[in-house]
């Protein structure tokens, strides 16, 4: 009687396993097991599948950007004479940089240069927190109970739903390549009527984040600093531009504050306050993403490339020495904005 009840229930749980495992596995929401990304049509685990496609190829590239999906709108095919790749993905925080690299080193990678952008959010997301995300999930090396628990999963319909319709994807991972996320449409569809965009309410929405972690991050910051200096790699530091209604919308002396404290480590290009850019709708997609002319700007001026006819009020190199001076500009770019808006 008990074997035939065990056999039964082995029965259906097969029955129902088998399907669930072969769905997640064939259509692969999320990347772990795709090897062809042009028919992708979610946003796939962008840092696990980099990450093996790096370790697979170190010798490829020797400059990597690293960063939220912010910093996807960087070019790295215009960054001068580095072979440099975009390791985006979503909401990528230090302590998965610091993790990344110390794995590329391991498995042989050439790592030159290592460009981090940080965001206001980089040290008010818990990076613990993907561990319960698949789409953000670090990547680690031995992935084998990852895959078990993935292809296991219930999968999500709004998630699996975009694969059974012949609508093409919007967003081309370019894993294998320049590491970006390419989607000209969305820029086509802006220049076909700016006005439009400029005045959309989505860009009274800010990007809010409440927690505050600015000690470890500052600390993950230290060792990303201290492996740096201890390989021979090149370090530079980026602050993101930040529009101006998540810049408003959030705690921006937590944002001073950890600047504060960052320079103590290293200096960076500060690219979040107000300015004639951030400012601007036309150069965001929406109150979080920066376009790709912004990326080109921002490459521009950290490179020290031709910086004629960009936005002077865009980009300072932050040191120990003017870390005040930024801070108070920042405060005051801020107050004058509220005083005109």
């Known amino acids: 009687m008990y074997a035939r009840f065990l056999s039964t229930v082995l029965t259906l749980s097969?029955?129902?396993?088998?399907?669930?495992?072969?769905?997640?596995?064939?259509?692969?929401?999320?990347?772990?097991?795709?090897?062809?990304?042009?028919?992708?049509?979610?946003?796939p685990n962008q840092q696990l599948v980099k990450m093996k496609y790096i370790i697979e190829n170190p010798a490829k590239y020797d400059c990597f950007i690293f960063g939220s999906s912010r910093c996807g709108n960087m070019d790295a095919k215009k960054?001068?004479?580095?072979?440099?790749?975009?390791?985006?993905?979503?909401?990528?925080?230090?302590?998965?940089?610091?993790?990344?690299?110390?794995?590329?080193?391991?498995?042989g990678v050439t790592v030159k240069t290592v460009i981090i952008c940080l965001d206001d959010f980089s040290f008010r997301l818990n990076p613990a927190?993907?561990?319960?995300?698949?789409?953000?999930?670090?990547?680690?090396?031995?992935?084998?109970?990852?895959?078990?628990?993935?292809?296991l999963r219930i999968p999500q319909a709004e998630v699996i739903k975009p694969y059974?319709?012949?609508?093409?994807?919007?967003?081309?991972?370019?894993?294998?390549?320049?590491?970006?996320?390419?989607?000209p449409e969305v820029d086509e569809a802006i220049e076909k009527d700016p006005q439009k965009h400029i005045t959309d309410s989505k860009f009274w929405v800010p990007m809010k984040h409440g927690e505050e972690r600015i000690v470890p991050t500052i600390e993950?910051?230290?060792?990303?600093?201290?492996?740096?200096d201890q390989k021979k790699i090149e370090l530079i530091v980026v602050m993101n531009p930040i529009h101006i209604t998540t810049y408003m919308g959030n705690n921006r002396e937590e944002l001073y504050r950890f600047q504060q404290e960052l320079v103590k480590i290293t200096p960076f290009y500060d690219f979040s306050p107000p300015s004639s850019v951030t400012t601007n709708n036309y150069y965001f997609y929406e109150t979080s993403h920066y376009r790709p002319l912004v990326g080109d700007w921002m490459i521009q001026k950290i490179l020290k490339m031709d910086?004629?006819?960009?936005?002077?009020?865009?980009?300072?190199?932050?040191m120990e020495e003017n870390i005040e001076e930024?801070?108070?500009?920042?405060?005051?770019?801020?107050?004058e904005y509220v005083n005109h808006s």
Do not use: C
Request: neutral net charge.
């Open 164 to 183: 059974f319709n012949k609508q093409p994807a919007a967003v081309f991972y370019d894993i294998y390549d320049s590491g970006q996320p390419l989607h």
């Open 220 to 228: 993950e910051i230290r060792q990303i600093k201290a492996l740096a």
């Open 129 to 151: 927190d993907h561990e319960n995300q698949w789409m953000r999930l670090a990547y680690r090396e031995n992935m084998q109970p990852i895959y078990w628990r993935y292809v």
């Open 14 to 43: 097969m029955l129902f396993i088998s399907p669930v495992a072969g769905l997640n596995y064939f259509v692969d929401p999320y990347g772990y097991f795709r090897t062809d990304f042009s028919k992708q049509k979610t946003e």
């Open 307 to 318: 910086n004629r006819g960009l936005s002077k009020d865009f980009g300072v190199y932050v």
């Open 326 to 335: 930024q801070v108070n500009f920042a405060r005051f770019r801020a107050e």
């Open 79 to 107: 960054i001068p004479d580095r072979k440099a790749y975009n390791m985006t993905y979503s909401e990528g925080l230090p302590a998965e940089w610091l993790a990344n690299i110390k794995t590329m080193l391991e498995h």
